[in-house]
């Protein structure tokens, strides 16, 4: 079974200042990936996606993240907050289990954006 | 926009009753997912149509159930309605090939009273 934790419930930053959010995978086999925000009263949207490819995957707003194998880690990061990245972000992994290709989220990250 | 739209936004029901809620998918994708977000919890999965079959079904019981039509449009519907219903319930539509993303709708916010 497959599964995701996001380390932090909660990351405030400063607009302008780098922001992390971390996220381990448990899988038994190459896992897909994913980070995907929601925004309040909002449908989820996807950031990026690993697919085994390159490590260092570029997402959509600026948004990057690092698989790292021998970590267990997909950690979120970006250089510079802006004040419209203020939303939850969720690390996700997919795999095949019971038939489907189902999505497990994690918990979720709180990402707050302060002056 | 992902193309994936949902239907109705909003709903309140009584205990007791039935609801359903319906799911147009992207143009070409085959595969819809159902997942419930309770408030402050990720998604969860419910169950994945394919081809009009499901294929494959979270920890939820017999009376959430669902439907897949011949246009990959798809169905939830849930009996017996409890309070612990209350949830934004997200519909995700993709390929069933590996390595292809999902793209949600904007959700049912379904609250049971």
């Known amino acids: 079974a497959q599964s995701v934790t996001q380390l932090d419930s909660h990351v405030s930053v400063s607009e302008g200042t780098p922001v992390l959010l971390r996220c381990n995978y448990s899988s038994s086999y190459s896992p897909s990936l994913f980070w995907y925000v929601q925004h309040p009263n909002k449908g989820l949207q996807l950031l990026l996606k690993y697919t085994s490819a390159a490590t260092l995957v570029k997402g959509i707003n600026g948004f990057e993240a690092e698989f790292k194998k021998s970590e267990t880690s997909f950690h979120l990061t970006k250089p510079s907050a802006h004040m419209s990245d203020a939303a939850e972000y969720f690390c996700v992994v997919r795999g095949r289990t019971g038939g489907g290709n189902k999505l497990t989220f994690g918990t979720g990250t709180q990402l707050k954006v302060e002056l | 926009e992902t193309g994936v739209t949902q239907s109705p936004t909003h709903l309140i029901k009584t205990r007791g009753q039935q609801v359903t809620l319906r799911c147009s998918s992207q143009?070409?994708?085959?595969?819809v997912s159902w997942y419930q977000q309770a408030l402050g919890q990720g998604p969860q999965f419910i169950f994945q149509?394919?081809?009009?079959?499901?294929?494959g079904r979270g920890n939820f019981p017999p009376r959430f159930s669902g439907l897949q039509f011949p246009n990959y449009s798809s169905e939830l519907n849930v009996n017996a309605l409890e309070l612990d219903d209350s949830a934004l319930y997200l519909c995700a539509s993709s390929l069933m090939e590996p390595n292809t993303e999902a793209f949600f709708g904007q959700g049912t916010r379904l609250t049971v009273v």
């Open positions: 149509y394919y081809r009009e079959e499901e294929n």
């Open positions: 143009s070409g994708h085959n595969t």
